[in-house]
């Protein structure tokens, strides 16, 4: 879990995204794609974005630890897949969630 100071508000809010794997928390992982902190609260050791911000990446993480979850319960019942699923173009990093719902919708 990673802590985010709300800008606007001083609110502390969370964002979270576990690997179903492993069961490890990897969002400060995540939130290394981020350009959008607006520094770091030592007193309250965490990072500082609008609300804005942490809403797009709070949404993100949600979506993404959803299609995560649901690949890893696919690839249990099909294990199958699991090279077509290597194949897909996940390089568009704002359309992973998507694609990877897709991916198990078509293969239900």
């Given at each position: 879990?990673?802590?985010?100071?709300?800008?606007?508000?001083?609110?502390?809010?969370?964002?979270l995204?576990v690997d179903?794997?492993?069961?490890?928390?990897?969002?400060?992982?995540?939130?290394?794609?981020?350009?959008d902190?607006?520094?770091?609260?030592?007193?309250?050791?965490?990072?500082?974005?609008?609300?804005?911000?942490?809403?797009?990446?709070?949404?993100?993480?949600?979506?993404?630890?959803?299609?995560?979850?649901?690949?890893?319960e696919?690839?249990?019942?099909?294990?199958?897949?699991?090279?077509?699923?290597?194949l897909?173009?996940?390089s568009?990093?704002?359309?992973?969630?998507?694609?990877?719902?897709?991916?198990?919708?078509e293969?239900?």
């Amino acid at each position: 879990m990673t802590k985010i100071k709300i800008k606007e508000t001083g609110e502390i809010e969370e964002i979270l995204c576990v690997d179903p794997r492993s069961g490890i928390d990897w969002s400060m992982d995540l939130l290394g794609y981020c350009n959008d902190f607006d520094g770091y609260d030592d007193d309250l050791d965490c990072y500082i974005m609008s609300e804005e911000n942490y809403d797009w990446w709070n949404n993100y993480a949600n979506e993404y630890q959803k299609a995560d979850f649901a690949i890893t319960e696919l690839f249990k019942e099909k294990p199958e897949l699991i090279e077509e699923y290597e194949l897909l173009d996940l390089s568009e990093f704002n359309e992973q969630p998507t694609i990877m719902m897709a991916f198990v919708e078509e293969n239900k």
